[in-house]
């Protein structure tokens, strides 16, 4: 049994090293929720709500996301005692949606779990690999410029590289990235860009012999992903349209997609990017993991997840310097020929720099029990 005896909110602001820009919005300063809950026996875990200032990935907002945590979400989980995450997990379940803030409460608690059992995280949920393969994205800029951040990349070891599409920016950038580097993964993420309308521009991009294309069309075209999916030879990857297991069978059911990315945020926690992850293991559906230009709380959470048998594409993993000058984690996360290693102490295996986030901290909220 568990009783949590203190919530702690840190709304925090950190400069991205560089400005990332998709179609629909450039992020420059990432503000981030910093989670962590206390038990009553004085053990502490962190968790972090992933959502945006601004509403273009997802329907939710940093704002949105603490007035749910406020307002609803800490009252339910404070005053119980609790078996396990799953627990947790479920008893949020009774609020409607709002992944991303269930999700940093939620992955708090199980850092809490494995912290108090004294395993890593990555043993607690089953992983078995001892290090995860690096992955990068590489943000909207001119062909010239993006070529030569991949060349950069490349050295530094990255394998797998995941470039943002637009309707305005598709073939021909793709085509010189695939002419310049033949050999290497490359995936396509469109974040909703096109339409069905746009089919014949999609079908174009089938010669480029790309690993996937990830979420072409918009988050709520479940039927209209599984009509594309049909007509390209490229697989179709979700990210946005896949926000609960729910989703994620549907998705497979129709034959929306190929491939599935898994966050645990957009999904509403660690819970259920498991449930996912084993659903699309029993249809064989490849999965990797993906990325929230988030601090190390949620990186380390998602190289926990992707330790797991079946993350057997490189997901958005990267190291912690491609986004920060300094990162909220001791040591920051790094990739060595082409991997991140899974920490193997208690909980996500990192210390957190609880001076550092003082520092960026712009609010601050705690609760008792
Ligand atoms: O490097 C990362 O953290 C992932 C970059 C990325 O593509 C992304 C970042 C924030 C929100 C959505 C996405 C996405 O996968 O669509
Ligand atoms: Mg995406």
Not at 19 to 41: G, M, N
Not at 134 to 156: F, H, K, N, W
Not at 235 to 256: F, M, Q, T, Y
Request: hydrophobic share 40%; net charge negative; proline share 4%.
């Amino acid at each position: 049994m568990m009783k949590i005896k203190k919530v702690d909110l840190f709304l925090t602001s950190m400069k991205l090293v560089q400005p990332f820009r998709t179609h629909q919005e450039t992020v420059a300063d990432r503000q981030s929720i910093l989670v962590k809950v206390t038990d009553d026996e004085g053990h502490s875990g962190w968790g972090e709500v992933v959502a945006f200032s601004s509403p273009w990935y997802t329907e939710e907002t940093i704002e949105t996301a603490w007035h749910m945590l406020t307002e609803f979400f800490i009252p339910t989980i404070i005053q119980g005692e609790w078996k396990s995450p799953r627990e947790v997990n479920e008893a949020l379940s009774r609020w409607k949606r709002n992944q991303m803030a269930k999700a940093g409460i939620e992955m708090a608690v199980w850092d809490l779990f494995a912290k108090r059992d004294s395993v890593s995280l990555a043993e607690y949920i089953g992983g078995v690999r001892k290090e995860v393969k690096a992955g990068i994205v590489v943000s909207m800029d001119s062909p010239e410029r993006m070529l030569s951040t991949i060349e950069s990349r490349i050295i530094e070891g990255y394998e797998r590289i995941k470039v943002k599409i637009d309707p305005t920016n598709d073939y021909e950038m793709l085509k010189v990235i695939k002419d310049a580097y033949p050999d290497i993964a490359l995936l396509a993420d469109a974040n909703s860009a096109y339409s069905l309308k746009d089919v014949e521009r999609l079908k174009n991009l089938d010669s480029l012999k790309l690993l996937m294309i990830e979420q072409p069309l918009a988050a709520d075209d479940i039927v209209e992903h599984a009509e594309l999916q049909k007509i390209l030879s490229t697989p179709v990857c979700l990210d946005e349209s896949i926000v609960s297991l729910h989703d994620a069978r549907n998705a497979i059911k129709l034959g929306s997609c190929k491939v599935m990315s898994i966050k645990i945020g957009r999904v509403g926690g660690l819970a259920n990017a498991i449930d996912i992850y084993n659903l699309c293991e029993e249809h064989d559906i490849p999965v990797w993991c993906g990325g929230m230009l988030e601090t190390g709380i949620s990186r380390a959470f998602h190289i926990a997840l992707a330790s797991l048998p079946n993350f057997t594409i490189p997901g958005d993993l990267s190291a912690s310097s491609r986004y920060w000058e300094q990162d909220v984690i001791i040591p920051e996360v790094v990739v060595e020929h082409g991997n991140v290693k899974v920490p193997e102490g208690p909980g996500i295996g990192f210390k957190v720099d609880e001076t550092f986030i003082e520092q960026i901290t712009k609010r601050k909220a705690t609760f008792h029990a």
